[in-house]
């Protein structure tokens, strides 16, 4: 059964040979005996082929002890960040000890793992050993909480940060007394050579090396976080001071490289600083247009040229509406549109500046909030000022007050915007190019279908087109 679901693991998720296989199937059948004996709990770790993390192929747990795991972890993933100790052993075929590990569960052990080699010393797995370590060693008694390496010679000048250190994407850099530098992890050194242009910088003063950790050394709390920018780089330095019975005093700064988030961060800003501009210049452009138009009208228009240039008008305040929405909001990157929203803007801006109707104009959204991209709010915008426009213009012909009704209603596919008057109905119509507009945006841009549906009283219009990822409802 062990031997079974190691061979399985191995095959389907490992690059390793039927030979390799073999060893490790042994080793596994008598992991349960290691476990017990050394009343551990015992793992075999193997590196997964297509990339760089590791999986469980084996377990034991010591017979009779307080479970540390509730669920078999054979087949889980591990990743380097959460053991480092594994990826250690694989890469250089030591052994390594940890005497405080937090494991990907969670749980506090003290770690050993040895590589298991085949016959050409390739490292073809680790063989895990773990017990529960009681509690975490308090924070201030770092140089406890330490690695310890086979040989002597991986571990740098004392202060056994090697292992997970080499791993770490932040830099360590640890100066003495004298702010003379004695340890630096392999980032902390690229740092420093790159930031001081020297290579040999053990022993060295880092102020003379990096001046600009002044402020971090003569800042006097034994613990402290500062944010840096510098020239070239945005840095986040931890410093702790470690004090030892008031003999020497190390400090350790744990630097967080933030260039390239904070350029992100940048770009991300000035795409939205140029979208809003943009957004701004189409909304200033169409009002140019529509002062144009205005001041055109004024100048001696013939009577019965003017409802055509108000028809313009109203096309272009409707498209002009999109934008202010837009505008208005505290994200103007983001360009989705509200069209329960936007309908009360047109219908606002409509009724009140164009028509000496008495009109009641309901909007009903049922409840629906719908939310578009801003290029089919445009088109959604227009062919709502189209409907209105003909309920207005047409359906109440020698009346002084009507109704026009605009519903939303949907369902989790499609999106149905029905507009209806009570007015005089449609009689023997003439298509023009308010029709063609409606026809044009609804199939072309909308992918959906707009008809007539018959009524006894006035007239009722109804557009549908489908729900999408430009086309989102949500509860209201
Ligand atoms: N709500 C309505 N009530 C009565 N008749 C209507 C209504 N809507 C449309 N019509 C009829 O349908 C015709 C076609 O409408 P359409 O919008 O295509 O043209 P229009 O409104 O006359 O001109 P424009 O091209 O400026 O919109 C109208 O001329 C009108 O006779
Ligand atoms: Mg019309």
Do not use: W
């Not at 100790?85 to 052994?95: L, M, Q």
């Not at 292992?163 to 702010?179: F, G, K, R, W």
């Not at 445009?378 to 009346?399: D, T």
């Amino acid at each position: 059964m062990v031997k079974a679901t190691v061979k399985k693991l191995c095959k389907q998720y490992t690059d390793l040979s039927d030979q390799d296989i073999k060893i490790l199937q042994e080793m596994a059948s008598s992991l349960q005996t290691y476990a017990d004996l050394s009343g551990s709990y015992m793992f075999i770790d193997c590196k997964l082929k297509l990339s760089n993390q590791a999986i469980v192929v084996a377990e034991a747990f010591p017979t009779g002890s307080t479970p540390l795991y509730n669920n078999s972890v054979v087949g889980r993933i591990v990743f380097e960040s959460f053991e480092p100790g594994v990826f250690y052993s694989y890469r250089n075929g030591k052994k390594s000890i940890i005497q405080q590990a937090m494991t990907q569960e969670g749980i506090v052990v003290g770690q050993t793992v040895v590589p298991i080699k085949n016959r050409h010393h390739q490292v073809i797995g680790v063989l895990i050993s773990e017990k529960q370590v009681k509690s975490l060693l308090p924070a201030n008694d770092v140089k406890t909480f330490s690695i310890v390496t086979e040989t002597a010679e991986d571990q740098v000048t004392g202060a056994g940060l090697s292992v997970v250190s080499d791993l770490l994407m932040e830099m360590l850099i640890l100066t003495d007394s004298d702010d003379r530098l004695v340890y630096a992890n392999p980032a902390g050194l690229q740092l420093i050579s790159e930031m001081s242009g020297q290579d040999d910088v053990i022993n060295r003063n880092v102020l003379d090396m990096l001046p600009f950790l002044q402020s971090v050394y003569e800042q006097e709390d034994d613990v402290f976080v500062f944010e840096l920018t510098t020239q070239k780089k945005d840095l986040t330095v931890k410093k702790i001071r470690m004090r030892e019975k008031n003999k020497s005093q190390e400090t350790l700064l744990i630097i967080q490289d933030n260039t390239e988030l904070r350029t992100k961060e940048k770009e991300l800003m000035m795409k939205s600083v140029v979208i809003k501009e943009i957004h701004h210049r189409v909304k200033n452009n169409l009002q140019t247009v529509a002062s144009l138009i205005r001041l055109q009208m004024r100048n001696n228009m013939p009577v019965e040229s003017r409802a055509a240039f108000e028809e313009t008008l109203n096309r272009i305040y409707s498209i002009s509406s999109v934008y202010e929405i837009i505008l208005r909001k505290e994200h103007a990157d983001d360009d989705d549109v509200n069209i329960i929203n936007l309908t009360r803007k047109i219908c606002s801006t409509m009724v009140l500046n164009e028509y000496n109707l008495k009109v009641d104009l309901i909007i009903e959204p049922n409840g629906n909030k719908i939310i578009t991209s801003s290029k089919k709010a445009v088109s959604i915008a227009l062919i709502i000022n189209e409907l209105i426009q003909n309920s207005l213009k047409h359906a109440f012909q020698g009346k002084e007050s009507g109704i026009i009704d605009v519903e939303f209603i949907v369902d989790q596919d499609f999106v149905e915007l029905h507009v209806s008057d009570n007015g005089v109905g449609m009689k023997d119509p003439q298509t023009s190019l308010g029709t063609e507009i409606i026809h044009n945006l609804v199939t072309n841009d909308l992918n959906g279908e707009f008809l007539y549906i018959p009524r006894e009283i006035g007239t009722h219009a109804v557009i549908n087109f489908p729900v999408g990822a430009e086309v989102e409802i949500f509860d209201e």
